[in-house]
């Protein structure tokens, strides 16, 4: 006797149902499944799609065609492509590097004031997201440029004679790029910086330290764990950027983020650009990895 | 000034006022005196808010006083900070640093001390001896057991050789049983390296147990400073004999005062009582009779024509070494009383039985008149 389809979908369904009801793990995966949908179909689908399309060429009139070849990954090798690249691991890291010096005296000032003042002051940082990011980034052409506020204070303070060129310099995209990507690095060296115990650094006087060793003995390796997550936080997404040295870097600041950008939209190469993504990505990848071990990324140090 | 060199630590008039958050002043510390001699077990005894952990504080150098002064062998601390004080603390919470293994939360006092190397490895693996636990240096404090923790916030200290170990319900956070060991170790431990150690407790047993003097603290004020015998045999307060042991209280008026000797006119009590003068007292004025459980006699008949009185027994409890006993002597005034079971029965007419009728014997010796609050 055979069954019909539908008794055999509503057999199914049962089954599943009292799968569900049975295995705790089962019912796991069905809590996660909207999110895991999501993530196959928005992000490892398009990334299995740029790996593919990294390994095609580029047709004659900006479509891809389907021959297997390593071409746009030996084309990255080009001298020009490595120095965009090396240009854009430099800004990175410096970005990143700024951002941990310029954020921490500000993320241990928050930590160390009263209760009530630590949130108005997180507050404060959050605040310019209100904003849109390419309009926060006009302002600081308005700032910036020949003719701008910065330029005009300092000449009518008799400081300088002749304009400052800062806009459409690498130093411009740097200032920007620090500007932008401070928060992250702020958010979270201040959350590790809050969980030292006050009694930790009372400990350390204690015991004989001064407070610039106690800051170097315990503050500092404390607050590692949050240096870390910072710099991540900063040091992928700079990889990437493209908007700043578009709007702010004239045509001396190519990152890679242009390059791809530009492969895309202007050239219309989507091989190349695949591949240059490819390499952004491991890349990113490899700088996080060694720096995470490097750092010391135990387990005992995010607790 | 020059104090007398067999202190240790001195509080000259010490006020500390912190501002409150809510407006005004909070005085955690009022006007305390006292002086603790070298080598001393010392405790600051008290309830929570009473002014002990402020005070200890105040001889580490987190705090600074308001007013009067702090002096450490002899030598007025004024501003000093805590890292050029001769003094190491052991925190409530421990505070071991979490990113250092134990050795090296025990090396860290020497190397702010510059003291070389081979030095440090010697000296760390002697305190770690000490306090028995000279196996665990490569760990990390979170792989210890709190009782372990304890002792490494110890040795950590007293590697330093402090002239003063300040300490802050060190066993504070430890289960009773290892607790009571840990109070006969440190006792032990004290005794072997001669520190004059100050302990901040609100545990009167534990006080009682370790401390050579204990200072009996309450609202920011000394109230008592004796050694355990005379803090709980003579309290010179209603507040010390209620928090230093248990106690019974009766409430009246002084009637007549003959050298130590003071009668009292009870207030819910036809009769008078005679008992032992405790402080200040003057004809007339309202005081508190305090009679420890322990120290009241249980009879078929009055002993003598004073201090005596009949009652009723309301419950008995057998509890092994004692057989506790309440009496009523009347609707207001109940009194508990603890009978030592000193001879071996099983007859039942020995441990008393509720509704018996009995008298109440109170010696003189063992009545404490004291200022009522």
Redesign the interface.
Known sequence: MSTTPEKGSRNFVAAVLSRLREDPSAQGLALVSPTLLYLLIFMILPLIMVVVISFLSRGTYGDIEFNLNLGNYVRLIDPLYLRVLSYSIKTAALTTIITILVGYPLAYYIARVPARQRSRLLFLILVPFWTNFIIRIYAWIMILRTEGILNNLLASLGIINTPLYILYTPLAVQIAMVYEFLPFMVLPLYTSLEKIENAQLEAAADLGARPWRAFLRVTLPLSIPGMIAGSILVFIPAMGMFVVPDLMGGAKSVLIGNLIRNQFLTARDWPFGSAASMLLLLLTLAVTLIYTRKAGFGEDLLV | MVSDPQFAVEMRNVVKRFPNPGGGEVVAVDHVSLKIQNGEFFSLLGPSGCGKTTSLRLM???EWPTDGDILIKEQIMGRT???LRP???V?Q?Y?????MTVAQNVA??LE??HVSKPEIKRRVGEAMEMVQLGKLGAR?P?QLSGGQQQRIALA??LV?RPAVLLLDEPLGALDLKLRKEMQLELKLLQAQVGITFVYVTHDQEEALTMSNRIAVMDKGNVLQIGSPVEIYERPNCQFVADFIGETNFIFGKVSSIDGDRVTVQLENISGELVGMCQGELSIGMKVAVSIRPEKIRLAEKPAFDYNCFPGRVVTTAYIGSDTRVIVDLNEKTRLRIWEQNKISTLDPSVYYSTGQEIWVVLFPDNVLILPAM
């Open positions: 580490a150098g987190f900070p805590p890292y003094v190491n603390t925190f919470s505070a071991l640093f979490q990113h860290f006092g702010m001390e990390k979170k950590r200290a330093k």
